[in-house]
């Protein structure tokens, strides 16, 4: 299932994907978490700027 996904996300002409993976602090612990999101290439700076 995993190949299907991956290669219809490199289709020719198709969007180009990027991973992000924030640091974010809880306010309840103290602790570090990571979220990941992926987004297209041409948005990473505008959701990294969140």
Do not use: C, D, H, W
């Amino acid at each position: 299932m995993a190949k299907k996904v991956v290669a219809t996300l490199k289709k020719e002409g198709g969007v180009s994907y990027a991973k992000v993976i924030r640091a974010v602090k809880s306010p309840k612990t103290g602790a570090y978490t990571f979220r990941e999101e992926m987004v297209p290439s041409t948005e990473v700076m505008s959701t990294l700027n969140k």
